[in-house]
T-cell receptor
């Protein structure tokens, strides 16, 4: 089983819609959870992090964590064409190591 | 706003040659990381570094790899004898003590011929 698994893409949504990105992880001392955005050829850019169960909102982005079910999700409201990118889920383990998922490519169509 | 910088942006080398990739983390950050991303694949953790020593390394980080903080500002990744499969983007990241947020540099694209 992969340590961090993201829903396979690509994902396409119309402009203004809600994009939902999901990630599951194996519980091997998981500590904190991150969502990054990566444009082609660029480095990962942090969008949000979450440590505790529940929702965390930042502008148009909401991260949701459910430790019992071992999943973390990212909702993007009012999606814009500029949100088109690959979204990476990352889990940081207590050891300090971080594991990234394969990424989900999102396309927001005008 | 402070940022992590990396040099060079692109390095081309012959197989078997040594390369050193350089990173300048954000000042006052105490944790440093190297990741790599082979084209079309996921970001992979290589090594974390704290208090002048390696704190965690992945199975990828074998004897061909080493890291060093030669002075108060630079953090380097050395690959002793490059292989074709070392071709990838290499990202450096740094983190402030007491947080989990890592700030990534722009990356160095390494091409091994």
């Amino acid at each position: 089983q992969k340590e961090v698994e993201q829903n396979s893409g690509p994902l396409s949504v119309p402009e203004g819609a809600i994009a939902s990105l999901n990630c599951t992880y194996s519980d091997r001392g998981s500590q904190s959870f991150f969502w990054y955005r990566q444009y082609s050829g660029k480095s990962p850019e942090l969008i949000m992090f979450i440590y505790s169960n529940g929702d965390k909102e930042d502008g148009r982005f909401t991260a949701q964590l459910n430790k019992a079910s071992q999943y973390v999700s990212l909702l993007i409201r009012d999606s814009q064409p500029s949100d088109s990118a690959t979204y990476l889920c990352a889990v940081k383990w207590r050891s300090g190591k971080s594991t990234f998922g394969d990424g989900t490519t999102l396309t927001v169509k005008p | 706003e402070p940022e992590v910088t990396q040099t060079p942006s692109h390095q081309v080398t012959q197989m078997g040659q040594e390369v050193i990739l350089r990173c300048v983390p954000i000042s006052n950050h105490l944790y440093f990381y190297w990741y790599r991303q082979i084209l079309g694949q996921k970001v992979e953790f290589l090594v974390s570094f704290y208090n002048n020593e390696i704190s965690e390394k992945s199975e990828i980080f074998d004897d061909q790899f080493s890291v060093e903080r030669p002075d108060g500002s630079n953090f380097t990744l050395k690959i002793r004898s490059t292989k074709l499969e070392d071709s990838a983007m290499y990202f450096c990241a740094s983190q402030f003590d007491g947080t989990d947020t890592q700030y990534f540099g722009p990356g160095t694209r390494l091409t091994v011929l």
